[in-house]
């Protein structure tokens, strides 16, 4: 059996130094992250943008020889489609619909079409590699259209699509002008899946009242095949984190980390630079708590990491300015010459740096206003193996509906996400190891593994399923 897994993104970013050079980095975010350490009993081929657009033929052959050699195919795309595709109609239109920020999105008509033809481009490079009896699983809202596509052209190869991101309400949906398109896009999956359950009622809603089909529980009659929906809450490598104090690397960092900080209670935040994220609003509940508790002036630092991304979109430029200018006057009104309250890093981190913030933080804070599932959050339980610590989550975010030992809230509430702050510092010690014992009970079980079998076992289910109705 050989598994293809489409994405916008491939799990390595190509990016180009300064001398010119090609340098191959590990790419963030959500997705690439959870299915880089997917390891499932098949061929496995990878096929998505290498996140750099270039043009000349022989820089192309150096990229795809690099990273051939893992089975990762590279799609390119140009600057055009780069703009109208990734910044528009994924990043300006289906982003912010999906997560609720409406006023955000844009509707043109070339950031439109620039979707569509890039859907075609990858539909074609993956017709150049598969055979009819591959697997092939698109990932993402960059590609909604792509199983459609896929199946116009190989009627009877093995469709599935899993869904990363929020889906909207059917009232929220149903403004977008291609929703037919999109919706008709999807169904041409065998097996369409989402982080959590109201993400699937609301797909299953839009459906039915957009294209007007009706689902008999979870199917949906589709010609001579039919379309299956779940919902399947993405994990972690969980043995990966729980078991990564032991390595060296980690522990020195672990050690660097805690000289660093010395004797403060350290909350932690980690994220890309995103307004569905609500890291100003996590700033806003930070500063009410320093406001209403002088007592902890000098003894409690926040680590902001905010990893830069899609910077030349307009609104994540200007989220970036009033996050600059927060920090600047919480910093700017609490800093002593011992400590400063928020330290921020925009840049990512490494592997071993990351955990041990993971693992030396006391608190994590994690604040989205929508988010699909939020593996930050999954990571810092893990990670924690022991050692006390409190998850603070926002419950807008996908892992809430696992993770309700987090201590929860809602982050349009300063005064909750300051309470909460407080709850967690003062928390007993036993009470902290209890909560994220139980949720890491949870995690172990949930891996990223389990969710890929969960994925393919009922992705197969309907596949056979749909070759017995084509027989008939
Ligand atoms: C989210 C999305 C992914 C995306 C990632 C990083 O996790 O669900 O599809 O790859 O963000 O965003 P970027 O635009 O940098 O790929």
């Known amino acids: 059996m050989r598994l293809f897994i489409i994405s916008n993104r491939l799990p390595v970013k190509v990016t180009r130094s300064s001398d010119g050079k090609f340098v191959f980095s590990r790419s963030e975010g959500g997705l690439a992250t959870g299915l880089k350490s997917l390891d499932v009993d098949c061929e496995k081929h990878w096929i998505g943008w290498p996140g750099v657009c270039v043009e000349q033929k ?50 043109k008509k070339n950031f439109w079409e620039s979707y569509r033809e890039v859907n075609a481009v990858f539909c074609e490079e993956i017709s150049r590699i598969v055979e009819p009896n591959d697997w092939v699983w698109v990932q993402d809202y960059q590609l909604m259209l792509l199983p459609g596509m896929l199946r116009e052209k190989f009627p009877n190869l093995h469709i599935g699509y899993f869904h990363h991101i929020p889906f909207p309400s059917h009232e929220l949906f149903r403004i977008l002008p291609e929703r037919v398109e999109i919706l008709n896009g999807l169904l041409g999956a065998d097996f369409v899946a989402f982080h959590i359950h109201d993400y699937m009622r609301h797909f299953i809603s839009a459906t039915e009242r957009i294209l007007h089909k009706n689902f008999n529980l979870d199917e949906v009659q589709m010609n001579d095949r039919v379309t299956r929906v779940d919902a399947l809450p993405m994990g972690i490598n969980y ?26 209670k350290l909350i932690i935040s980690v994220d890309r630079l995103d307004y569905s994220k ?32 899609r910077d030349h979109v307009g609104s994540y430029a200007e989220l970036k300015t009033k996050i600059d200018e927060e920090i600047g006057s919480i910093n700017g009104t609490y800093s002593t010459m011992n400590w400063t309250p928020v330290c921020y890093f925009y840049h990512g981190f490494s592997f071993e740096e990351l955990v041990a913030m993971y693992y030396v933080a006391d608190i994590a804070l994690v ?19 022991d050692n006390p610590g409190v998850l603070i989550l926002s419950e807008m975010a996908g892992a809430s509906v696992e993770l309700s030992d987090a201590l929860l809230i809602n982050p349009n509430d300063t005064d909750q996400i300051e309470q909460a702050i407080c709850r967690a510092l003062k928390m007993p010690l036993e009470e902290q190891r209890e909560r ?11 891996t990223v593994n389990k969710w890929a079998a969960d994925f393919m076992r009922e992705w197969r289910q309907t596949a056979e399923k749909n070759k017995r109705l084509q027989k008939k």
């Open 436 to 446: 994220l014992q139980r949720m890491q009970a949870i995690l172990s079980v949930q």
């Open 367 to 385: 604040t989205p206003l929508r988010d699909g599932m939020n593996l930050v959050a999954k990571e810092y339980v893990a990670t924690k193996q």
């Open 58 to 107: 022989t820089e192309k052959d150096d990229i795809c020889s690099q990273l051939e050699k893992n089975n990762y195919h590279p799609v390119f795309l140009s600057d055009r489609q780069y703009e109208n595709y990734y910044e528009g109609y994924s990043n300006s239109t289906l982003w912010p619909l999906c997560h609720y920020f409406f006023a955000y999105t844009l509707y």
């Open 239 to 264: 043995d990966l984190y729980h078991n990564v104090i032991a390595d060296d690397k980690v522990h020195h960092a672990v050690e660097k980390t805690r000289l660093l900080f010395g004797d403060h």
């Open 278 to 309: 609500g890291i100003l609003h996590r700033l806003y509940g930070f500063a009410s708590f320093l406001k209403n508790h002088p007592e902890y002036h000098g003894k409690v630092t926040l680590a902001m990491v905010i990893v830069p991304s």
